[in-house]
């Protein structure tokens, strides 16, 4: 497809339970970016990579909260032991070049997160 | 850090109004802004984009957005709304912080435009 692509699109789980959600960019962008959507409110930053290299996880809320893009290009969002709080809307985006330079990401539809 | 805040959380229109969105954010030196759009069932896309130049700038769909650096503003605007325009809008912002990687959002506009 020629978008960024989320899976699972929804995913419900009980508390204490370990998800992992996958973000396929467009192929050949550089970058790419994980951000948290709570209900009613907008994204909120969670992590970048530049190719394989995350080089800023400032955002990821605890320790629980794990990203990985081994090979520069699918990535995985993982989150041990979930938590109530951990609801919300996981959106993956990336960027041909960085952002920088571009100005612009491109977003998946999203993954979203029901712990209960 | 930066924030940024969108005043209107909710905004009701008839087809054909003027439409004017807020927009403020809290970073005294260089910035790059953004509107994001997001159509039901779809996901966010850019509208347009501010780096330099013309603090005038112009999107899709007959969207503009003005930077007032003085007011640290960018707020959006169109003159005549469409039906097609109900849609929940983002404000965005990156800084020299982050290498201007991070985008910072507000937490959004709905509009719904009534035909």
């Known amino acids: 497809g020629a978008g960024v692509s989320q899976s699972p699109r929804y995913k419900v789980a009980k508390r204490g339970q370990d998800v992992a959600l996958r973000c396929d960019p467009i192929s050949g962008h550089v970058s790419l970016f994980w951000y948290q959507q709570a209900l009613g409110q907008g994204p909120e930053f969670l992590t970048y990579?530049?190719?394989?290299?995350?080089?800023?996880k400032s955002g990821l809320p605890s320790d629980r909260f794990f990203a990985e893009r081994p090979e520069g290009s699918v990535s995985t969002l993982k989150i041990q032991r979930t938590q109530q709080e951990d609801s919300a809307v996981y959106l993956c985006?990336?960027?041909?070049?960085?952002?920088?330079?571009?100005?612009?990401?491109?977003f998946g539809e999203g993954s979203r997160l029901t712990v209960l | 850090a930066q924030s940024v805040s969108q005043h209107n959380h909710h905004v009701i229109l008839s087809e054909a109004a003027s439409l004017e969105l807020g927009c403020n954010y809290s970073?005294?030196?260089?910035?790059?802004l953004f509107w994001y759009v997001q159509y039901p069932g779809q996901h966010l896309q850019l509208l347009l984009k501010?780096?330099?130049?013309?603090?005038l700038v112009k999107g899709i769909k007959g969207f503009e957005a003005e930077f007032i650096k003085s007011k640290f503003s960018f707020n959006l605007r169109k003159p005549s709304v469409q039906w097609s325009d109900t849609a929940e809008y983002f404000c965005a912002v990156n800084t020299p912080n982050t290498g201007f990687q991070k985008l910072v959002f507000g937490t959004g506009t709905r509009l719904l435009v009534s035909p």
């Open positions: 501010y780096f330099s130049g013309d603090p």
């Open positions: 990579f530049q190719n394989e290299a995350q080089l800023d």
């Open positions: 985006a990336s960027s041909l070049g960085t952002v920088r330079n571009t100005g612009e990401l491109f």
């Open positions: 970073y005294g030196g260089t910035v790059n």
